[in-house]
């Protein structure tokens, strides 16, 4: 019976987000060339039923609060909830949610995904409000887009009449204002005024379909305000005078009454509560917990639907929720307020739940009832260092790897699940939360854990401990390289990243001009972080508006850079920081040196390719085919080869032109954060530098330097001594001992899977001579000859290289070991758990 109808986004796009206004009278035209266009007719009822789905914001497309302001995003609420057809809300938007960019660049449907998406993307002075994953019933966006919806269907109803569909668009003598008509019965006519000017009033007057004399109030008028009001004069005629972006909905007073909503809560939604820590029963630290309606309510049934976790009474005595705000009704027994008085000290540590029940009854003589379950949560905070009650978001737990490494003690209460990972290894699956697990931690090693709370996975903790109260950086991923055009993306042994703090990884390069580069969390491309490409936004007026063949604005950029460029113009982010995205489809980001985020290309291209290029009034295909270039661009005439990228279907064509190389040579800091994915470049090289770590709480249970060593000792020399007996046992064959430099290691290109060169290989002796000479051991053929040894001085910060003889060879019957010494054990080992930084080699099999 209806699909999703852009006709109308593009007139709300063009007007509220291009900024031109005169656009509105679109909708007229959308309204009757859509009718020409569509059966709305509904072969079993008979009756046509407009049910095209209208909305202010979808995914693929930026939010419109974003792109143009909230007030423009509020008008288009209010014309969409009165106008024919299904009104979509867009999950998110309730709660003032205005992050940039679009579900192509994974910087949508902030509702779905854990805040900590969000944690760098700072929208607002106070963060991010998709940074909060709790729903906010008393937002007031949620409390308008209620009204928007409860007015609706107080003069709507169920849409079962002929009428429903019919639109009466008036003239209201400027383009810029939308004036109209609609109604499901005679007595129950709105009339809807919308100025779509941004910054100048319009007054407007036209002939309404009242009676006389009669008193018009604002539908959208909460119920708690004094209502705004107007008269249709003695001609029939209304005048009214709406301020920018405002919007009325006029109906004869008074208005319809629609169901009571609570408006406030306290504590406020998601707010932190300190307990002292002398709170006790001798010296009560009291709580009020009040929830506040828009209008009186029945006394009786408020206070018999309230409860604090679920309850409605607490064991400490309290008699549960009482009305604190009486007024006179009806009934007798109106409340406007309703309060717990609780003991702090008997509520525990973390997030508590204050709930109402639907149905509460309006006082008044409507007798309304409420028509949701209201809901909001608070958190107790006891000491503000647990990942659910700390205000300041904290990521890294001192003390969260405790007991000689054998447990994780959490400071999470209030969770419901959580679930473990050690760095570079697998998620646990979930488990029920407990304020101790065993677990096996590595030293060296971070380990994360991952809590669930409340309908949020956001809250994400990490600990990284040595041995002895020393403690290390918590990180996401083991390592991570930054892959650039200049390291022949990884090839060479270049770019490798240092932590320099929890989680944050840096490295200091130098440029002499744009390069593009990737963050690569292994020495493979199995997975990697970069930047979404630039791409314009879905926009076309219909095909029935005439403007449609002259009007073509310079499209809404969408990507990356996009995003970028709207932090900073907003002051959110300085010219040094980004983000990035660890989608498949991402592209290389640009370096360069600047040490900043600029590209060396305008916003909206997001590479060097053709794209197309859109005339002004001046321009026209002989100026394209004549201009050759200007300050930023190439141009060209579309030859539609395969050549030509992305410039599709238009004649002229465009791209960036090449850039050349700076005469300076700058070093720039990287900064990437693998748990954000925001990243830094500065030529402050100070910041690349370590940063402090805090030390691991006091006391037994976290560990000891002395266990810590023994477990050490016993790790690596237990599969020592292994290997020392098995060659003990092979004395008849030879060993290898390798000591070479890393510059003598070459690849020939007439050999496969990276073996030494014949004058490189590795000189063969019997095992006593080679064990002397501190030689690995293995197996191999052939007469024994004296060993070419050369001295190595190693000194930081030079990588160490292992090279283990272990190979495993798959044959019919199995696994069989073709190659295997017992060292190789230990340097298998070495390679995985060392927490320094080594190059490790294995044995080439032909």
Same mark, same amino acid.
């Given at each position: 019976?209806?699909?999703?109808?852009?006709?109308?986004?593009?007139?709300?796009?063009?007007?509220?987000?291009?900024?031109?206004?005169?656009?509105?009278?679109?909708?007229?035209?959308?309204?009757?060339?859509?009718?020409?266009?569509?059966?709305?007719?509904?072969?079993?009822?008979?009756?046509?039923?407009? *049910?095209?789905?209208?909305?202010?914001?979808?995914?693929?497309?930026?939010?419109?609060?974003?792109?143009?302001?909230?007030?423009?995003?509020?008008?288009?609420? *209010?014309?969409? &909830?009165?106008?024919?057809?299904?009104?979509?809300?867009?999950?998110?938007?309730?709660?003032?949610?205005?992050?940039?960019?679009?579900?192509?660049?994974?910087?949508?449907?902030?509702?779905?995904?854990?805040?900590?998406?969000?944690?760098?993307?700072?929208?607002?002075?106070?963060?991010?409000?998709?940074?909060?994953?709790?729903?906010?019933?008393?937002?007031?966006?949620?409390?308008?887009?209620?009204?928007?919806?409860?007015?609706?269907?107080?003069?709507?109803?169920?849409?079962?009449?002929?009428?429903?569909?019919?639109?009466?668009?008036?003239?209201?003598?400027?383009?810029?204002?939308?004036?109209?008509?609609?109604?499901?019965?005679?007595?129950?006519?709105? *009339?809807?005024?919308?100025?779509?000017?941004?910054?100048?009033?319009?007054?407007?007057?036209?002939?309404?379909?009242?009676?006389?004399?009669?008193?018009?109030?604002?539908?959208?008028?909460?119920?708690?305000?004094?209502?705004?009001?107007?008269?249709?004069?003695?001609?029939?005629?209304?005048?009214?005078?709406?301020?920018?972006?405002?919007?009325?909905?006029?109906?004869?007073?008074?208005?319809?009454?629609?169901?009571?909503?609570?408006?406030?809560?306290?504590?406020?939604?998601? *707010?932190?509560?300190?307990?002292?820590?002398?709170? &006790?029963?001798?010296?009560?630290?009291?709580?009020?917990?009040?929830?506040?309606?828009?209008?009186?309510?029945?006394?009786?049934?408020?206070?018999?639907?309230?409860?604090?976790?679920?309850?409605?009474?607490?064991?400490?005595?309290?008699?549960?929720?009482?009305?604190?705000?009486?007024?006179?009704?009806?009934?007798?027994?109106?409340?406007?307020?309703?309060?717990?008085?609780?003991?702090?000290?008997?509520?525990?540590?973390?997030?508590?739940?204050?709930?109402?029940?639907?149905?509460?009854?309006?006082?008044?003589?409507?007798?309304?009832?409420?028509?949701?379950?209201?809901?909001?949560?608070?958190?107790?905070?006891?000491?503000?260092?647990?990942?659910?009650?700390?205000?300041?978001?904290?990521?890294?737990?001192?003390?969260?790897?405790?007991?000689?490494?054998?447990?994780?003690?959490?400071?999470?209460?209030?969770?419901?699940?959580?679930?473990?990972?050690?760095?570079?290894?697998?998620?646990?699956?979930?488990?029920?939360?407990?304020?101790?697990?065993?677990?096996?931690?590595?030293?060296?090693?971070?380990?994360?854990?991952?809590?669930?709370?409340?309908?949020?996975?956001?809250?994400?903790?990490?600990?990284?401990?040595?041995?002895?109260?020393?403690?290390?950086?918590?990180?996401?991923?083991?390592? #991570?390289?930054?892959?650039?055009?200049?390291?022949?993306?990884?090839?060479?042994?270049?770019?490798?990243?240092?932590?320099?703090?929890?989680?944050?990884?840096?490295?200091?390069?130098?440029?002499?001009?744009?390069?593009?580069?990737?963050?690569?969390?292994?020495?493979?491309?199995?997975? &990697?972080?970069?930047?979404?490409?630039?791409?314009?936004?879905?926009?076309?007026?219909?095909?029935?508006?005439?403007?449609?063949?002259?009007?073509?604005?310079?499209?809404?950029?969408?990507?990356?850079?996009?995003?970028?460029?709207?932090?900073?113009?907003?002051?959110?982010?300085?010219?040094?920081?980004?983000?990035?995205?660890?989608?498949?489809?991402?592209?290389?980001?640009?370096?360069?040196?600047?040490?900043?985020?600029?590209?060396?290309?305008?916003?909206?291209?997001?590479?060097?390719?053709?794209?197309?290029?859109?005339?002004?009034?001046?321009?026209?295909?002989?100026?394209?085919?004549?201009?050759?270039?200007?300050?930023?661009?190439?141009?060209?005439?579309?030859?539609?080869?395969?050549?030509?990228?992305?410039?599709?279907?238009?004649?002229?064509?465009?791209?960036?032109?090449?850039?050349?190389?700076?005469?300076?040579?700058?070093?720039?800091?990287?900064?990437?954060?693998?748990?954000?994915?925001?990243?830094?470049?500065?030529?402050?090289? &100070?910041?690349?530098?370590?940063?402090?770590?805090?030390?691991?709480?006091?006391?037994?249970?976290?560990?000891?330097?002395?266990?810590?060593?023994? #477990?050490?000792?016993?790790?690596?020399?237990?599969?020592?001594?292994?290997?020392?007996?098995?060659?003990?046992?092979?004395?008849?064959?030879?060993?290898?001992? #390798?000591?070479?430099?890393?510059?003598?290691?070459?690849?020939?290109?007439?050999?496969?899977?990276?073996?030494?060169?014949?004058?490189?290989?590795?000189?063969? #002796?019997?095992?006593?001579?080679?064990?002397?000479?501190?030689?690995?051991?293995?197996?191999?053929?052939?007469?024994?000859?004296?060993?070419?040894?050369?001295?190595?001085?190693?000194?930081?910060?030079?990588?160490?290289?292992?090279?283990?003889?272990?190979?495993?060879?798959?044959?019919?019957?199995?696994?069989?070991?073709?190659?295997?010494?017992?060292?190789?054990?230990?340097?298998?080992?070495?390679?995985?758990?060392?927490?320094?930084?080594?190059?490790?080699?294995?044995?080439?099999?032909?």
């Amino acid at each position: 019976q209806g699909g999703i109808d852009y006709a109308y986004y593009w007139y709300f796009f063009t007007a509220l987000v291009h900024d031109r206004p005169d656009f509105a009278d679109g909708f007229r035209l959308a309204y009757h060339g859509e009718h020409r266009m569509l059966d709305t007719v509904d072969p079993v009822t008979e009756q046509p039923e407009y *049910a095209m789905w209208t909305f202010c914001n979808n995914h693929d497309n930026w939010r419109l609060q974003t792109m143009a302001g909230p007030h423009q995003f509020r008008l288009c609420l *209010a014309v969409i &909830s009165f106008w024919p057809g299904t009104p979509l809300h867009y999950a998110g938007d309730e709660q003032d949610l205005n992050t940039p960019g679009s579900a192509l660049d994974g910087w949508a449907r902030e509702e779905l995904s854990p805040s900590l998406a969000w944690r760098s993307l700072r929208t607002t002075p106070a963060g991010n409000p998709s940074d909060r994953d709790n729903f906010d019933m008393t937002s007031p966006s949620y409390l308008y887009t209620a009204r928007l919806n409860a007015v609706r269907a107080a003069y709507f109803g169920d849409f079962i009449s002929n009428d429903c569909d019919a639109l009466n668009v008036l003239a209201s003598g400027f383009a810029e204002v939308l004036v109209f008509i609609r109604s499901c019965s005679s007595d129950r006519r709105i *009339a809807v005024v919308a100025n779509f000017h941004a910054s100048e009033a319009r007054r407007v007057s036209f002939d309404a379909p009242w009676w006389a004399r009669t008193t018009l109030h604002d539908a959208l008028t909460p119920a708690w305000l004094l209502p705004w009001e107007t008269w249709v004069d003695s001609a029939g005629s209304v005048s009214v005078l709406v301020a920018p972006l405002e919007v009325r909905v006029l109906v004869p007073a008074p208005v319809l009454k629609v169901p009571p909503v609570v408006t406030d809560v306290l504590p406020a939604h998601d *707010a932190r509560v300190r307990r002292r820590p002398d709170d &006790s029963k001798e010296k009560q630290q009291l709580l009020n917990v009040t929830v506040r309606f828009d209008r009186p309510v029945d006394l009786a049934h408020a206070e018999a639907s309230a409860r604090l976790d679920g309850k409605q009474a607490l064991g400490d005595g309290s008699n549960g929720f009482r009305c604190s705000a009486p007024v006179p009704s009806i009934s007798g027994s109106g409340c406007l307020q309703i309060t717990l008085s609780v003991d702090l000290g008997s509520l525990s540590e973390g997030p508590h739940i204050v709930e109402v029940s639907e149905g509460v009854p309006a006082a008044e003589d409507d007798g309304l009832p409420t028509a949701v379950v209201f809901r909001s949560t608070f958190t107790v905070v006891f000491e503000d260092e647990g990942v659910l009650t700390s205000t300041g978001r904290t990521h890294e737990q001192p003390g969260l790897i405790c007991n000689y490494l054998t447990q994780l003690c959490h400071k999470a209460r209030g969770a419901e699940w959580l679930r473990i990972r050690n760095t570079g290894a697998s998620w646990t699956p979930w488990q029920k939360y407990e304020d101790v697990t065993d677990w096996q931690a590595e030293p060296g090693r971070a380990v994360l854990v991952q809590y669930h709370s409340q309908g949020s996975s956001s809250y994400l903790v990490g600990d990284c401990v040595l041995g002895g109260g020393k403690r290390c950086y918590a990180q996401y991923h083991p390592e #991570m390289f930054l892959r650039t055009e200049d390291n022949d993306w990884g090839i060479k042994d270049e770019g490798r990243m240092m932590l320099v703090n929890h989680f944050t990884w840096a490295v200091n390069v130098s440029f002499d001009s744009f390069t593009r580069a990737k963050f690569a969390p292994f020495p493979n491309w199995k997975k &990697s972080y970069g930047k979404m490409k630039a791409r314009d936004m879905h926009y076309a007026l219909p095909s029935y508006d005439p403007r449609h063949t002259t009007y073509s604005p310079e499209p809404w950029h969408d990507g990356t850079e996009s995003i970028r460029q709207w932090m900073l113009d907003g002051g959110h982010w300085s010219k040094h920081e980004s983000i990035a995205s660890g989608s498949e489809s991402a592209l290389p980001f640009w370096l360069s040196h600047l040490c900043n985020q600029d590209p060396p290309y305008p916003a909206g291209y997001s590479d060097l390719d053709w794209q197309c290029h859109r005339y002004t009034d001046s321009q026209d295909l002989d100026w394209c085919a004549s201009v050759g270039e200007d300050e930023h661009f190439v141009y060209t005439v579309n030859n539609r080869t395969q050549y030509m990228g992305d410039c599709g279907e238009c004649d002229c064509c465009r791209k960036v032109k090449p850039f050349s190389r700076s005469e300076t040579n700058r070093t720039c800091c990287i900064l990437f954060n693998d748990l954000f994915l925001n990243y830094t470049v500065t030529s402050d090289q &100070s910041v690349c530098s370590m940063s402090w770590i805090a030390p691991a709480p006091p006391g037994p249970d976290y560990g000891s330097i002395w266990i810590a060593i023994c #477990m050490g000792v016993f790790w690596i020399l237990f599969p020592c001594s292994a290997a020392v007996v098995g060659v003990a046992r092979k004395r008849n064959h030879s060993v290898v001992a #390798m000591l070479l430099l890393p510059t003598q290691l070459r690849r020939p290109r007439s050999q496969g899977c990276g073996c030494f060169g014949a004058e490189d290989a590795p000189q063969k #002796m019997p095992a006593a001579e080679a064990l002397a000479a501190g030689g690995g051991s293995g197996r191999s053929g052939g007469s024994p000859r004296s060993t070419r040894q050369e001295q190595i001085s190693i000194f930081r910060p030079h990588l160490v290289l292992f090279a283990s003889l272990e190979h495993v060879i798959e044959h019919e019957d199995g696994r069989e070991k073709a190659i295997a010494g017992g060292l190789g054990k230990v340097a298998g080992l070495m390679c995985r758990y060392h927490p320094g930084s080594l190059v490790c080699v294995t044995a080439c099999m032909p």
